[in-house]
DNA sequence: ATTGCGACTGAGAACTATTCTCAATAAGCT
DNA sequence: AGCTTATTGAGAATAGTTCTCAGTCGCAAT
């Protein structure tokens, strides 16, 4: 998915909310699209100070809401937002328990296979309605395991 | 794992750690333990009023620091915090979209095998050095799915 | 038992990530 | 251009969680 394909993709999921794909959403989108993994809302306004904290918030929860952001609720103080699995595509988390930064990751077919089916048995035993599943590694990043710890 | 031997292995744990097992620490295992699923600070002090908010919080962490206790960021609102894996063995969750409840789950051994190996094959590619993983399963509960919705 | 001392407790204050408010502005439509 | 409605942004408000600190408890040595 081209970059330009993406904001098409953005727009047409807004309009279908009622919504407008203003100037500040679009920036929101360049942002997490440059910064390419689940990022702070630090990290936004600090890479795009033009956001206005509030709006980024505001916004992210638009765009969560229309399918084109996904929250990451975090283990740390700071929930992060990357794009959404539809624009994105499904991918999976290494989660640093040091610093709290978080990389994206992908898994072979088979291994999502298997998965999805066990998943699935288990939801419906449980009478459960599954939408996604979120599968993450949890433990130290190159950064952080490298120097001591 | 037996009721007792959970509190021996939680007393094991607090005294590595150079940690009391005091009455509030034994209280709080207490109602993890019948709670039977990952539960938020409300529910545990609606559940066992006698427990003060401040030190529910602070002995979750310190039982978490000790390994007894794993806290889980929620999507929602509220942390939840359930008796750690080597207590209750490895597992996963069923987590609501709707009412932010949490089920745990367990899933057959071939199919935490395959997982494993995926991620292990992932974190080594990644340079990353891994602790556990978590895999859940994000939907609508039985309670939720069945009026409405 | 008694004593001493450091760990623990609890009520509330403080902190801070996030959400809300509302007057000013921008977007889209005719 | 003018009209209508959504959006913006600065700050106030909210709320989950952590911190503070004076009083209490647990434990071990006497
Ligand atoms: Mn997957
Ligand atoms: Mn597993
Ligand atoms: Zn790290
Ligand atoms: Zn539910």
Redesign the interface.
Known sequence: MSTSEIHEEVARRLDQAGQRYTRGRRRLIDTLLSLGRPVTIREIVENEPELAQSSAYRNLDVLQSSGAVR?L???GDFDHFELSEPILGHH?H?IC?QCGSI?D????D??EE??D???AA??HD?????????????????GC?APAN
Chains 1, 2 share one sequence.
């Open positions: 929250r609720p975090s283990p999976h290494l328990l990389a990751m992908h898994l072979p088979e291994v298997v998965v089916q066990g998943l288990a939801a449980a009478g459960f309605f599954a939408v996604q599943h979120s599968l993450d590694l949890h433990g130290y990043c190159a395991s």
